[in-house]
């Protein structure tokens, strides 16, 4: 049982390039939530969903797009990267909603 | 807006010293309250949930409160450890129960 995992744990990107950030939970949860955490700001919620095919909007979503094409998978995609989006990101699953959350590693995204 | 906000900042104790890590809320139409532990270079781990309709949770060495009225919780830790060293972050889950409110963490230091 692995929990939630990400992939990569690392990237370096440059302004402008794109990439896709993969997380992945076999805990059978039905929601998924994609955060970044920056020093000075705390969590902030990017995008969630409550189920396979569906996305919602969080906090600060601008920039980012995702996609929950099978229940165990939730992705999110940075279209054309910034330095601003330099943080770390952390993806989370729980079973419903208002439950305990069970986080990833974090992907360490540098966009130079 | 709901906005949680965590004092203090920083704390040191000795090992073995009782402690109080305090988290404040905004807006208290809330599903449920979460503490959680990050250490260094990791991602989070859950540590208590109390449901809107609870006044406190008990996990080992951890008792969390939680007083709607005020937008209050609190974290208490007994006999603390060098291992118990970590930041301690809060979050206020909406009403939804479809996202948290993180406060920016309480970095505890516990020296032996």
């Known amino acids: 049982n692995a929990g939630v995992t990400q992939t990569p744990k690392f990237r370096v990107l440059k302004t402008g390039q794109s990439m896709t950030l993969l997380c992945a939970q076999d805990?059978?949860?039905?929601?998924m939530y994609w955060y970044r955490q920056d020093p000075g700001m705390g969590l902030r919620l990017i995008h969630y969903?409550?189920?396979?095919?569906?996305?919602a909007k969080g906090e600060v979503p601008d920039g980012y797009n995702v996609s929950r094409l099978k229940k165990q998978n939730f992705l999110l995609g940075l279209e054309s990267a910034a330095p601003s989006q330099t943080s770390v990101y952390f993806c989370?699953?729980?079973?419903?909603?208002?439950?305990?959350?069970?986080f990833g590693p974090g992907t360490r995204l540098t966009v130079l | 807006k709901q906005e949680v906000t965590q004092i203090p900042a920083a704390l040191s104790v000795p090992e073995g010293e009782n402690l109080v890590l305090n988290c404040s809320f905004t807006?208290?139409?809330?599903?449920?309250l979460q503490w959680f532990r990050q250490d260094p270079g990791k991602g989070l781990t859950s540590l208590l949930l109390?449901?809107?309709?609870?006044r406190e949770q008990t996990s080992g060495r951890l008792n969390a409160s939680l007083d709607k009225s005020s937008g209050r919780s609190t974290l208490y830790i007994a006999a603390s450890q060098p291992g118990d060293s970590a930041t301690y972050l809060c979050?206020?889950?909406?009403?939804?129960?479809?996202?948290?409110?993180f406060g920016k963490g309480t970095t505890l230091s516990v020296s032996s």
């Open positions: 989370a699953s729980s079973y419903s909603e208002g439950l305990e959350q069970f």
């Open positions: 805990m059978n949860h039905e929601y």
């Open positions: 979050a206020a889950c909406n009403q939804a129960g479809t996202a948290l409110i």
């Open positions: 807006d208290s139409a809330i599903y449920n």
């Open positions: 109390i449901q809107s309709s609870q």
């Open positions: 969903s409550v189920g396979e095919g569906t996305t």
